[in-house]
């Protein structure tokens, strides 16, 4: 393969010299990349097994207490272990790339996917079969029938069920209306780890014991609300300090062991460091990374948080650390980053895992968002940009791998040099870092409760979301919506060509009755609202259900308000907080074109009926290649054209009408949300062909993307159909991710960049809330397709994370291929 130009990470892959430079004054991190990378990862069940030994012991026991219990029972009991080379200790599972099992969770799906998941096309796991054996065995036929997914599925209505569940096999989405809360314990969060640099675990502890001493021993509330919440709190206290200590009782038994005299040092050190933290206030920039390190990874065995528990804003909360051990000439940059990229490498290891079929298909590629949040603004409003953001953004250009999930922040008054770094950052290639705008998120958090102080203080904690810790409190998954299912709806009366003579939605009509284009638009209107409504109903259920099922003592722990009010930060309303959640639009640019395609080709100049369009689309437009062609040219949003863009808009309105009336009754912010994972991906598998002229069971569009191929009109045009397409008089808006490929020959250069850095700022200047490059040629994810050995280090941007292109299924490989590619910016 050749190609006029190429970006640095291509270069690396097709040049061994270029490549070898990455490694050099790397020597240890590459060590550790080398020793797991490209392995099929592997189950460990510990966590599963000590976890359900602990449950069956506290049976009728308050569960935020059982919880703690079950965390300190797993803390005793779970192997640790130290990796060679690494100076940051602390892992949730074996050695080499690993994924836990959350039986609270999976318990349905166990046996099912101890069987599938080894041959799974999307993100296959390998299990040995004696762990296998404690599973099937020991772990699975306690929790069947206790999990929230079986109460869940018994308690939706029937009309509901059947838009969610196949009703005969409720282990099976229908992908029409998606809960996405059975398979994980949370969606997206941020801790607030600089009180665990500041106070240690001991520091909270002690909070705990002082609630705990005045509470009223005469108060039932006290005796059975609060009072087992801080006994909670002060368990898992301990459990945490507890796993430290045993790692650093290893460190120190292996530095005895150990001959080589730089490691013992090393081991020696880090069991001096793992005695203090996290139990202890970090006393300097190595302490504060490892006490940072042991609570990101003790929260991961806590529970399964939707996209991993975030690091919040590392470059905010570490630079008081660096900084004084920097100008004391302890540490140096070199130092610095040597210790930042332990932290990547262990990150990697780590591989979210879900059991459930819905859950693997909507994650592909080992799907991972713990991201690093770098830039934005000060609490009190100043640019918050420092000399370790600057090492963040230098590690993601230098060091080949797609962890962390680095996100920058971009205001208004972003400096020069930062943009530079960031763009320079974004021609490396592997899709780092994705970008979140000030100046559309802190508006919108103001206008949701929040202080400025709050506001300018958040951190991306996902895909594509943000969280202001101390003041969110919402954590119940959110339903994700098929739009395109909505379409097809309209065009067969309620009924999909997937689900046969099954009536799944409203009967809205024979539409080739229809005299004009509001009427098909009220139809269309008929079958969207409908699927809201039973979105709103599920999440209502799913939102008292869920505090039967699920604890999180640590998270609470770390929580001002759920300390303040002795509620664990599962509990539907915490006071003072701000529940911020949101429903997924999916296909989005699918549904305007299909609509627009009907409006301009049948209504307006009548060249094709309604009778033809849906003969075309029920036939796959096989022996209809002409009206295909129709309706492949018709207008196209990703354009910067009003007419596809007003009707997006439209469809914008409505969703957020409904949510604007409804979410009050849910208690909730349940904003509209365009970011699909790889959702879109499945969720295409269900819809046959569409007027837009999609084929049948193919992915949708992505996000608030454009169809592939549709946006010819450049990137910019892409921006300002976004612009276009956008409520901005509505708050109940949330994110909406944008997934950009752009040629790295239009990037090239000093004046590549500059370009780069002026069209960062016209999408800061729209207010768009996310936007992500892939910068790639084509030929190159062709050429990875068909020779996946010469390409393993490939990293594309999937859906507001990176991954290894060959560890994608062919129909997301083929998905990311037909993006757009842009040659001029």
Not at 335 to 358: G, K, R
Request: net charge negative; hydrophobic share 35%.
């Amino acid at each position: 393969m050749t190609t006029c130009c190429l970006s640095p990470q291509e270069q690396r892959l097709q040049d061994e010299q270029v490549a070898k430079k990455s490694f050099k004054g790397r020597e240890r991190v590459f060590t550790i990349l080398q020793s797991f990378q490209n392995l099929r990862p592997k189950i460990d069940v510990e966590r599963a097994r000590y976890f359900t030994e602990s449950f069956k012991e506290t049976e009728g026991q308050p569960l935020v207490l059982r919880w703690a219990k079950a965390l300190k029972h797993t803390a005793e009991n779970i192997t640790v272990y130290i990796d060679d080379h690494q100076l940051l200790v602390g892992r949730a599972g074996v050695q080499g790339r690993y994924g836990i099992i959350f039986p609270e969770l999976d318990g349905d799906f166990l046996g099912l996917a101890i069987e599938e998941l080894p041959k799974r096309v999307e993100s296959p796991f390998n299990i040995d079969p004696e762990d296998a054996k404690i599973i099937i065995n020991d772990v699975a036929p306690y929790w069947k029938g206790k999990t929230f997914h079986e109460e869940l599925a018994k308690a939706l209505p029937e009309d509901t069920l059947k838009l969610t569940y196949d009703p005969k096999n409720l282990l099976s989405s229908r992908f029409i209306v998606n809960e996405t809360a059975s398979f994980r314990s949370s969606i997206q969060w941020v801790h607030d780890y600089e009180k665990i640099l500041k106070r240690g675990f001991k520091g909270i502890k002690e909070e705990a014991q002082q609630k705990l001493a005045m509470l009223d021993p005469m108060s039932p509330v006290d005796n059975m609300e609060k009072k087992p919440f801080l006994e909670a709190i002060m368990i898992t206290c301990d459990a945490i300090v507890l796993w430290a200590k045993r790692h650093a009782k290893l460190a120190a038994e292996m530095a005895k062991k150990e001959n080589d005299p730089n490691r013992k040092k090393e081991l020696q050190e880090i069991a001096v460091r793992c005695e203090w933290v996290p139990e202890n206030p970090a006393r300097d920039f190595r302490e504060a990374m490892q006490s940072q390190w042991f609570t990101q990874m003790f929260s991961r065995i806590e529970q399964k948080t939707g996209t991993i528990i975030s690091n919040g804003r590392m470059d905010q909360y570490l630079y008081s650390y660096y900084k004084k051990d920097h100008d004391e000439g302890k540490i140096t940059d070199k130092e610095t980053i040597e210790l930042l990229e332990c932290m990547w490498v262990a990150m990697a290891q780590f591989i979210d895992l879900y059991l459930s079929p819905t859950g693997g298909a909507f994650n592909e590629g080992y799907a991972h968002w713990e991201a690093v949040t770098v830039g934005g603004q000060t609490p009190t409003g100043d640019d918050a940009t420092n000399e370790l953001t600057y090492l963040f953004l230098k590690s993601k250009q230098e060091f080949p791998l797609n962890y962390p999930d680095l996100a920058a922040r971009i205001h208004a008054r972003s400096p020069e040099r930062y943009l530079y770094e960031v763009a320079e950052t974004i021609k490396e290639g592997t899709g780092f870092p994705k970008l979140i705008n000030d100046e559309e998120v802190v508006p919108l958090l103001l206008s949701k409760g929040a202080q400025f102080e709050e506001a300018y203080d958040y951190a991306v904690s996902g895909c594509s979301e943000c969280r202001m810790p101390n003041r969110d409190t919402y954590t119940s998954g959110n339903p994700y919506i098929n739009f395109a299912a909505a379409v097809e709806m309209t065009l067969y009366n309620g009924k999909m060509l997937k689900y046969g003579d099954e009536q799944l939605g409203l009967q809205t009509g024979d539409p080739t009755k229809f005299k004009t284009w509001e009427e098909f638009w009220q139809a269309y209107l008929a079958q969207q609202t409908n699927f809201l409504k039973h979105a709103f109903i599920q999440q209502q259920i799913i939102i008292n259900l869920r505090p039967k099922h699920f604890a999180t003592p640590l998270g609470s722990s770390m929580h001002d308000l759920c300390m303040e009010t002795y509620k664990d930060l599962h509990t539907p309303v915490i006071e003072g907080g701000i529940d911020l959640g949101y429903f997924e639009l999916i296909g989005y640019g699918t549904v305007v074109d299909s609509l627009a395609a009907i409006k301009k080709l049948v209504f307006e100049e009548k060249k094709l009926t309604m009778a033809e369009v849906i003969i075309a689309v029920k036939n796959n437009f096989e022996g209809y290649e002409a009206i295909r062609e129709m309706v492949l040219n018709a207008p196209k949003y990703g354009n910067n054209d009003m007419y596809p863009d007003s009707i997006a808009k439209d469809i914008d309105r409505e969703a957020l009408e409904f949510t604007k009336k409804y979410s009050k009754e849910l208690g909730v912010h349940l904003d509209l949300r365009l970011v699909p994972f790889t959702s879109h991906v499945p969720f295409g598998k269900v819809v046959s062909a569409t007027p837009n002229g999609r084929k049948a069971w193919t992915p949708l569009a992505d996000g608030s993307s454009a169809s592939h191929g549709a946006d010819v009109k450049g990137p910019t045009a892409v921006l300002l159909s976004n612009f276009n397409s956008k409520n901005y008089n509505y708050r109940e808006r949330a994110a909406r991710l944008l997934n950009l490929k752009l040629s790295p020959s239009c990037v090239a250069g000093e004046e590549g960049t500059e370009k780069l850095v002026s069209f960062i700022r016209t999408w800061c200047d729209l207010k768009l809330w996310h936007i992500q490059f892939n910068i790639i040629n084509k030929e190159t994810l062709i050429a990875a397709k068909k020779d996946p050995d010469k390409y393993r280090g490939l990293i594309v941007r999937v859906a507001g994370y990176s991954a290894y292109f060959v560890e994608l299924s062919p129909d997301l490989q083929d998905d990311i291929i037909a993006r757009t590619e842009h040659s001029t910016i």
